[in-house]
């Protein structure tokens, strides 16, 4: 019997072979007093693949931004988002139960938050209302289809929260990915944001990690609020060891995963009854519309056919190619929705 076909999402890769020796064979110290040397190996690397001073290993990305928007910020203050961002709509409230802070979502059309826009959302100067603190972007956006957001669309709306004395910070989960998508150096896309957050453990195939990264003084100081959250690990290098590996050898290879999502996305799009854009897929993500059908509807018929995926609304499924998704499997999985669809 074949093993299902995991499309729900890139963080159900397993670590390399490559990943796996480094681990075992990882050099180990206490990270909490600064003694792991790979632990710190990769995040002198980290900062360097996002052209900032230094940077700080955590266990998620979410934990990430949180650590991000505590340094960042003042309770009572209010954080510009997009209003499908994951650091607002996806990551349990932490704005609100961690930071103290209002959200100020807005409209976010095909992943970008538009600088007049954001212009317009400051607040002023009034005892009325909660001071405008930090603007948060997202690349790619996750939501608006795996969206790779050009660098100068990016400063172009950093430039207005660094106008108004705001900080950036950047959500780039999937940042290689939409590095690779664009064709650029990873730098050109994090320059303008004072931090930004980055994932090992998705397409990059690492078990568990994410970077947090930004100047010096930044990081002194998220390293208290990542202790304050209980991200403080101990022997942590047999965790980095794949990170590590990850950096070095997964990056380019983002390229088949781009590949075989436009080669999904064309094959779904001439099914009837599903809605795709097969054009605006830029990166590993295909969403696709279930029309009049409930989106939980082909969740279960894939997944009998063994295929998994996710639905991420009533009418809206998502489909996530990685590194254990192969041109043959995007075949198995075009007929399986042929066979429902047609």
Not at 53 to 79: K, Y
Not at 125 to 140: K, S
Not at 159 to 178: I, K, Q, T
Request: net charge negative.
């Amino acid at each position: 019997m074949q093993r299902p076909i995991d499309l729900r999402s890139d963080t159900v890769t397993l670590p390399t072979e490559q990943m796996l020796r480094a681990m075992a064979t990882a050099e180990l110290g206490d990270d909490v007093y600064g003694e792991d040397p790979t632990v710190r190996r990769l995040e002198e690397v980290a900062a360097q693949r996002a052209g900032k001073e230094a940077a700080l290993f955590v266990p998620t990305g979410t934990m990430g931004n949180a650590v991000a928007v505590l340094t960042h910020t003042r309770r009572g203050q209010e954080i510009i988002v997009g209003v499908d961002a994951h650091i607002y709509d996806a990551e349990a409230g932490g704005l609100a139960v961690l930071a103290g802070l209002l959200a100020r979502p807005l409209e976010c059309p095909c992943g970008r938050l538009e600088p007049a826009v954001v212009e317009a959302a400051l607040r002023p100067d009034d005892v009325h209302f909660a001071r405008t603190g930090l603007l948060c972007l997202e690349n790619p956006h996750n939501a608006a289809g795996g969206v790779a957001v050009p660098a100068t669309e990016i400063r172009a709306t950093a430039e207005v929260a660094r106008r108004n004395g705001l900080p950036v910070h950047l959500d780039a989960a999937r940042l290689f990915n939409a590095a690779v998508a664009l064709g650029v150096d990873p730098v050109e896309l994090t320059a303008p944001a004072d931090s930004v957050m980055f994932c090992l453990s998705k397409g990059l195939c690492a078990p568990v990690g994410s970077l947090l990264a930004g100047t010096a003084e930044f990081i002194a100081e998220a390293r208290r609020n990542r202790k304050m959250l209980g991200g403080g690990m101990r022997q942590a290098g047999v965790l980095a060891a794949a990170g590590l590996v990850a950096l070095e050898t997964m990056v380019d290879r983002l390229a088949e995963d781009h590949a075989n999502a436009q080669a999904l996305a064309q094959g779904l799009a001439e099914l009837p009854g599903l809605e795709v854009d097969a054009e605006s897929v830029q990166t590993n993500m295909v969403y696709v519309g279930t029309g009049l059908a409930p989106a939980a509807g082909l969740v279960e018929a894939l997944k009998a056919r063994g295929v998994l995926i996710n639905a991420v609304g009533a009418g809206r499924v998502r489909f996530v190619t990685h590194k254990d998704v192969d041109r043959e499997a995007v075949a198995r999985v075009l007929t399986a929705a042929s066979e429902i669809q047609g």
